[in-house]
């Protein structure tokens, strides 16, 4: 494939199978200034779908810094009423929401105060965006867009080229019929879901180096991979590349000790290191070499964030892993390994839709939070058991290959 080609597949691929554009749909990309080629492929992509609108939202980490560095404190983490208005509308008018990832540049905002950092994101449409996703008002898809930046993070050097390669590797565009593969490939990420719901574990044990960690699950959630449905029927996969199997755990059943495997970037900042300790379900520790402040600002959001909302389970045989890439960037080191995240659980795994209250869903131990940030805790030297309600063990994961037939 030249470069062309295969950025056309690449956004072809995004708007067909991930966000599964419908045709007379409004289609909103929300990106960074960075990754306006890749914005621009998408756009025309979603045209040629049938989109009848698209409107591309771009960001740009350098106004964010300067509205922490320069800006009134307390207006940090405002969102514009404006959009707030349009986003509200967005319930009834179901647009596809497509967003891109790549972090240009990790480190632009490590030496501010990490206690404003971590305040950063515009909170209420975090919160507003995150409740119609739960209640599957959208189809809507997370895709990465490689850049100069980012390929430096990876690999040392700005090789976008080497970057796109990796890229097109984890989303089988190299494949003869990358549309048929990905359908081969969710209908596996199923049969393990399904795999996992037969044994009806109470609870999942995560043991390594400097890890022991126990998550109480939630007899009526299912295990499932990133493979959606919007209320109205859409099929759409949530995130490319995707390798896991999850679910929403009980937010009142999480005791022990993690430490994450990967680091991780955080309100545009790297957190490194990560080790947290749960009691009563809560996070009441949290430390890392750099980076822990951000965490501790994101589970101080509201009363829950500090709680599990997902644990996903990856082993090695993923297409991320097997690239040997550190991505720096949570889309995919979260498709290289197992994670946890903490705040805003997923009401799918329930079969919930948008009618239940936060009150019902916290009652029936789902989390409800502004935040959901994911970490990475497995690898090769992490076990990964399932437990009974007498605490029998069942191993899922050993030396990073899958157990459970």
């Known amino acids: 494939m030249t470069p062309d080609e295969r950025l056309r597949r690449y956004a072809e691929l995004t708007v067909r199978v991930g966000a599964n554009v419908q045709r007379d749909q409004d289609v909103v990309v929300t990106c960074l200034v960075d990754h306006a080629e890749i914005a621009r492929a998408v756009t025309r992509e979603a045209y040629r779908a049938g989109a009848r609108h698209v409107i591309v939202l771009y960001s740009d980490l350098h106004i964010r810094r300067a509205a922490i560095e320069l800006g009134p404190e307390e207006e940090i983490g405002w969102s514009p009423p404006y959009l707030l208005d349009w986003m509200r509308r967005w319930a009834e008018e179901r647009p596809a929401l497509i967003s891109l990832t790549g972090n240009p540049d990790p480190d632009l905002l490590a030496d501010l105060d990490p206690a404003l950092v971590g305040r950063a994101d515009p909170q209420e449409i975090r919160k507003l965006m995150g409740s119609a996703i739960a209640a599957r008002r959208f189809n809507w898809s997370i895709v990465s867009a490689p850049n100069a930046g980012w390929a430096t993070q990876v690999f040392g050097e700005p090789d976008v080229e080497r970057l796109w390669e990796a890229v097109a590797t984890t989303m089988r565009l190299d494949e003869p019929d990358p549309v048929a593969a990905w359908r081969a490939h969710t209908d596996e990420l199923d049969a393990r879901a399904a795999a996992l719901q037969s044994h009806g574990f109470d609870a999942v044990r995560f043991r390594g180096p400097g890890t022991d960690l126990t998550i109480g699950l939630l007899a009526s959630s299912r295990w499932v991979c990133a493979a959606f449905d919007t209320e109205t029927g859409i099929t759409h996969i949530a995130n490319m590349p995707t390798e896991e199997i999850f679910t929403t755990p009980d937010w009142r059943r999480t005791e022990g000790v993690v430490s994450s495997t990967l680091p991780l970037i955080a309100s545009g900042t790297r957190v490194s290191d990560l080790v947290v300790r749960f009691e009563g379900g809560r996070i009441v520790d ?52 197992c994670h946890i995240a903490f705040g805003r659980g997923i009401p799918k795994t329930l079969g919930l839709g948008g009618d239940v209250s936060p009150d019902e869903l916290l009652e029936l131990g789902v989390n409800v939070s502004a935040v959901h940030t994911d970490f990475m805790i497995g690898g090769a030297e992490v076990d990964v058991d399932g437990l009974d309600a007498d605490g029998g063990a069942t191993p899922i994961i050993r030396g990073d290959i899958w157990q459970l037939a």
């Open 286 to 337: 949290v430390r890392a070499s750099e980076g822990a402040d951000v965490i501790r600002e994101q589970i101080a959001v509201d009363e829950q964030a500090g709680y599990l909302g997902e644990v996903a389970l990856v082993d090695g045989s993923s297409a991320v892993k097997r690239t040997g890439l550190v991505f720096s960037d949570t889309l995919f080191d979260e498709n290289a390994t």
